[in-house]
T-cell receptor, first 115, second 113 residues
Framework: AQSVAQPEDQVNVAEGNPLTVKCTYS??????LFWYVQYPNRGLQFLLK??????LVKGSYGFEAEFNKSQTSFHLKKPSALVSDSALYFC?????????????FGTGTRLKVLA | KAGVTQTPRYLIKTRGQQVTLSCSPI?????VSWYQQTPGQGLQFLFE???????NKGNFPGRFSGRQFSNSRSEMNVSTLELGDSALYLC????????????FGPGTRLTVT
């Protein structure tokens, strides 16, 4: 079965330190990969995506993600965390074109940046 | 461009009732997807519409249904509400789906008592 895993329910990091939010997937073929962020009482906001090409993808608010095909991972990173980065982060996978347009979301990782 | 709008934002219903939620996508977007978000289950895909056709459906009972109109606006309906249907229902639009990212509305918070 196709799936997305975010192994950490919560990640705590001090302001100014680098942060990593992990995501691994189990999908055959070459999927499209996405990261979204959700602030309290808001819908999800798109951060970045990997479709093809360079394994390091840069996105909004200084975030980047590294695609690793051999490890089937797409970890979200930021060199220096801000308190305002505290939110719920979702990894999503869209399986390769096969007639299905279903996105599969991870269960989310709550990021807490401590001042 | 105006973002995705969802109405109503909050709703309280009683078990056994039915409810209709509305979503207006970003202008020009033809794909609309619906998700159910709960603390324990994360985001669960309900269905996706493109040009008034349902292209995909998640693993939800037939009580959950939807439709899309010619102007791309979409509605979802839940009949015979159960307590477990209490959730945040999110609508997302994209130009065509696929490799395009989705733009989410603020959601409708449904509480079933």
């Amino acid at each position: 079965a196709q799936s997305v895993a975010q192994p950490e329910d919560q990640v705590n990091v001090a302001e100014g330190n680098p942060l990593t939010v992990k995501c691994t997937y189990s999908v055959s073929g070459n999927p499209y990969l996405f990261w979204y962020v959700q602030y309290p009482n808001r819908g999800l906001q798109f951060l970045l995506k990997y479709i093809t090409g360079d394994n390091l993808v840069k996105g909004s608010y200084g975030f980047e993600a590294e695609f690793n095909k051999s490890q089937t991972s797409f970890h979200l990173k930021k060199p220096s965390a801000l308190v305002s980065d505290s939110a719920l982060y979702f990894c999503a996978v869209r399986p390769p074109a096969s007639g299905t347009y279903k996105y599969i979301f991870g269960t989310g990782t709550r990021l807490k940046v401590l001042a | 461009k105006a973002g995705v709008t969802q109405t109503p934002r909050y709703l309280i219903k009683t078990r056994g009732q039915q409810v209709t939620l509305s979503c207006s996508p970003i202008s020009g977007h033809r794909s609309v997807s619906w998700y159910q978000q709960t603390p324990g289950q994360g985001l669960q895909f309900l269905f996706e519409y493109f040009s008034e056709t349902q292209r995909n459906k998640g693993n939800f009972p037939g009580r959950f249904s939807g439709r899309q109109f010619s102007n791309s606006r979409s509605e979802m309906n839940v009949s015979t509400l159960e307590l477990g249907d209490s959730a945040l229902y999110l609508c997302a639009s994209s130009p065509r789906g696929g490799l395009y990212e989705q733009y989410f509305g603020p959601g409708t918070r449904l509480t079933v008592t």
